[in-house]
């Protein structure tokens, strides 16, 4: 049988097909814009993901035995905000994770109703991508568009009801709306009448390899395909990319390199830090997972390539790096605010050390280690939870470069596996459709039959001793900036 996975992403939506024995037969990516009609803000056409996604089916199946097909799932871009009316038409563009409009909506919750109380009820404070702020913040600037609506949506999960009919949502990515009491996984009433909204206005929620439906006949028909192809809840991004990696279970990490940055660690218990620094949300394998997660990571370096020096010949600007630990540039990779660990939505980018004799691939080589020193900043809240990581799986486009695994190998100090598949969100959702269609017992199953290993980064422990100095002069950079930060909003 063939399972499909939809990875909707930020710039494309990545579709995959794989059979019950892992072999992938066939990527599609379909890309779509994205807007910025003002600074800081960041939205999408929800008509746009789902047109390139049946244009992506077509190509998907245009040469396979589509009786085959028994399921489709889904990681998908979290936090953004999907409004319908009650005749279940967008009312605004969505407005999207990376979108920093509701600094003051957030500062309201996290002030005014208080962090400790939002823990209390969700696990988590607010952050300025998260779903919550965003609702109020259409309710305080729109109320317009607040009165229409009666389907408060995600973004992977508008793609499921399109093809279902089902107004549905799994508890990962639940997690990151602010309005999902995560340990106890299910809505949370208090956040519900914080922001003013109604239970009805909320999906029903699924654990991540639950099937909530089948295709709808009209999409069975022009896809040409049965209509018992079962809708799988699927995951947000992270959780899916895990499962992608086999990061289930008890103790195991991810790192993930994609436009934004996480450091996952699943867990089959629920516990969260004392400053919340970390995301605490529910897994796809039915359990729990710590996150870090930064909004800028392979984009800082995208942005550095393209924008800045002009470029797309990533791995020749990478091989004139040679003098890996002794950088004396600093990149702080702030391009869109940050969450883990300083919650700033005002924080920005910097460079720092240039000196006469500064070279492009010095900054280069900062933009790189900068990403990788963030990614250290999450772990270090994790080992002071009492977490031991050793190792970690890795993954996204920035995972494709020898150079940046290996500093990331040395910057954290960690054992990096090289999975033999690297597709994340994509293979996480087919492998979630597949346990749905009964192909394995759990989710764990699935990743134990289906993620292999082949190589694996060794720190080095002299240069993993010399990036930790480089690390203690990193963190300093950040407090010494902060005000100036605020000033400059």
């Not at 995959?16 to 990516?29: Q, R």
């Not at 936090?79 to 563009?93: A, C, K, N, S, Y």
């Not at 190998?409 to 749905?436: F, H, Q, R, T, W």
Request: hydrophobic letters at 40%; one cysteine or more.
């Amino acid at each position: 049988m063939f399972y499909i996975g939809v990875d909707l992403g930020t710039s494309a939506v990545k579709l995959l097909l794989m059979d019950g024995s892992g072999e992938i037969h066939k990527i599609v990516s379909k890309e779509y814009p994205i807007f910025f009609p003002h600074p800081g803000w960041s939205e999408q056409n929800p008509e746009d993901w789902f047109d390139r996604t049946m244009e992506g089916l077509q190509e998907l199946l245009a040469d396979c035995d589509k009786s085959q097909v028994a399921g489709i799932s889904f990681g998908g871009q979290m936090h953004g905000l999907v409004i319908l009316d009650g005749e279940d038409r967008v009312i605004r563009p969505a407005i999207l994770w990376n979108d920093g409009r509701s600094a003051e909506e957030c500062d309201y919750l996290n002030q005014v109703i208080g962090r400790q109380k939002l823990a209390e009820y969700t696990a988590n404070i607010s952050f300025a991508g998260f779903t919550a702020p965003k609702i109020l913040w259409v309710k305080n600037r729109e109320p317009e568009n607040f009165a229409k609506i009666e389907k408060i949506m995600l973004p992977k999960d508008y793609i499921a009801y399109r093809l279902s009919g089902v107004h549905c949502t799994d508890v990962s990515d639940a997690s990151g709306m602010l309005l999902f009491d995560v340990k106890n996984r299910c809505w949370s009433e208090e956040m519900i009448e914080i922001c003013g909204i109604r239970r009805e206005q909320l999906a029903e929620v699924y654990e991540s390899y639950e099937a909530v439906g089948t295709v709808l006949p009209e999409i069975a028909e022009e896809l040409g395909i049965p209509e018992s192809v079962k809708v799988v809840a699927g995951a947000g991004d992270n959780a899916a990319a895990a499962v992608g990696t086999g990061t289930v279970g008890d103790g195991r990490c991810n790192i993930s390199l994609g436009t934004s940055g996480t450091i996952f660690i699943s867990s089959t218990k629920f516990g969260m830090d004392q400053n919340n620094a970390l995301h605490a949300f529910a897994h796809a394998d039915g359990h729990y997972h710590l996150m870090g997660c930064m909004l800028s990571a392979a984009s800082c370096n995208k942005w550095w390539m393209d924008d800045i020096i002009g470029t797309r010949d990533y791995a020749g600007e990478q091989a004139r790096i040679d003098r890996l630990g002794e950088n004396h540039v600093f990149f702080l990779p702030y391009l869109m605010g940050e969450r883990s660990p300083h919650n700033d939505p005002n924080a920005r980018g910097v460079f720092i050390g240039m000196t006469m004799d500064t070279s492009r691939a010095d900054m280069t080589q900062a933009v790189l280690e900068g990403v990788a020193f963030a990614l250290r900043d999450s772990l270090e809240v994790a080992k002071s939870l009492g977490i031991r990581i050793e190792r970690t799986k890795i993954c996204g486009g920035g995972a494709k470069s020898p150079l940046w695994k290996k500093i990331i190998a040395n910057v954290l100090d960690l054992k990096v596996d090289v999975i033999e598949s690297e597709e994340g969100p994509g293979l996480g959702g087919a492998m979630l459709a597949a346990v749905a269609c009964g192909e394995f017992d759990s989710v764990e199953a699935a990743a134990e039959r289906l993620v292999k290993v082949i190589d694996t980064v060794e720190p080095d422990s002299a240069l993993a001793e010399k990036y930790e100095a480089r690390y203690r002069q990193f963190k300093e950079i950040y407090p010494a900036c902060r005000s100036l930060f605020e000033k400059l909003q």
